[in-house]
């Protein structure tokens, strides 16, 4: 199970109690912080998300409504004195900045702190329940989307069966990756006899700003989740254009055209103060569509 919390909705400039984009994906594990927008500190103590369990932070690309608010979580990180490692992965010329900045300031973290280079469309992170994968998306400098995927789950193990089966306990690990049981006999129990199919992964797709692009269907195709902005309604489609971000309907028809389970839109224009417009144009087209709104948590 994965859980998506929305810390900011909102595009450059915060308006009407939205703050830029910040987005945090959980599972029981660890956290995933997607962006990070000025006042992404604030959201996540009023949704009561704990900074000690994020390992990896996400960033799009350089314009200053998705990462603005990363340097002070940064070092506020620090000043409650973590201690394990956090992992950034985000545009090469962030690590510069960062860099200065805590320089600048000649700031010692009390915790190490890894940068990966978004450089290559592919696997960033192979974790041990998790995969991310980077794609670009097109916006006015280079930008990038990920696509998160769980692992395959582990069989459900059926206990009373596998004790009939007089199988030891400590090969239930095994059982449950799909290996059959050999008795000392040499007598087979094949796999199905003890367990059953596990949950099927969740996926969840985050494409940041970008121009309306067809071939993105093909990079988040069959997600469960995708988010997408929707910067401007369907009548501002030139402007949009113009300033490499997409409609209403545009982010609904790559969900549509990528057979995602639902869509959520958000990275709102400042021009809008009622959102519930972009919520109905949306649904014209893909009718299983949210509202990012700011403190929603989405199960997937």
């Given at each position: 199970?994965?859980?998506?919390t929305i810390l900011g ?130 916006h006015r400098i280079d ?158």
């Open positions: 199970m994965l859980a998506l909705n909102n595009s450059a400039i915060p308006a009407f109690d939205r703050n830029p984009t910040a987005q945090v994906l959980q599972t029981m594990e660890e956290s995933f912080l997607i962006d990070c927008g000025e006042g992404t500190q604030m959201q996540l103590s009023k949704y009561k998300i704990k900074r000690s369990k994020i390992n990896h932070i996400f960033i799009s690309h350089l314009h200053g409504d998705h990462y603005f608010g990363l340097i002070g979580l940064i070092t506020s990180m620090s000043l409650l004195n973590r201690t394990q490692d956090l992992h950034i992965h985000a545009p090469a010329e962030l690590q510069q900045l960062i860099t200065l900045q805590l320089n600048f300031a000649a700031t010692h973290l009390s915790y190490n702190l890894h940068f990966h280079a978004l450089e290559n469309e592919g696997l960033v992170l192979d974790g041990k329940k998790m995969t991310v994968q980077c794609f670009k998306v097109q930008c990038w989307g990920f696509l998160f995927r769980e692992k395959k789950n582990p069989r459900k193990l059926d206990v009373e069966r596998a004790i009939i089966y007089e199988i030891p306990a400590a090969f239930y690990d095994k059982l449950q990756q799909g290996e059959d049981y050999v008795t000392k006999k040499g007598t087979i129990v094949p796999n199905e006899e003890v367990t059953t199919a596990g949950a099927s992964p969740k996926s969840y797709a985050y494409c940041a700003d970008t121009i309306y692009d067809e071939s993105l269907a093909e990079k988040v195709m069959g997600v469960d989740l995708l988010y997408h902005e929707t910067t401007y309604l369907k009548d501002l489609h030139e402007r949009a254009a113009a300033r490499y971000h997409s409609t209403t309907v545009q982010a609904a028809a790559i969900a549509k055209n990528a057979g995602a389970k639902k869509l959520l839109i958000g990275h709102f224009s400042s021009k809008y103060e009622c959102l519930e417009e972009f919520l109905s144009e949306a649904k014209e087209v893909f009718e299983n569509t949210e509202l990012a709104v700011q403190g929603s948590c989405f199960i997937i």
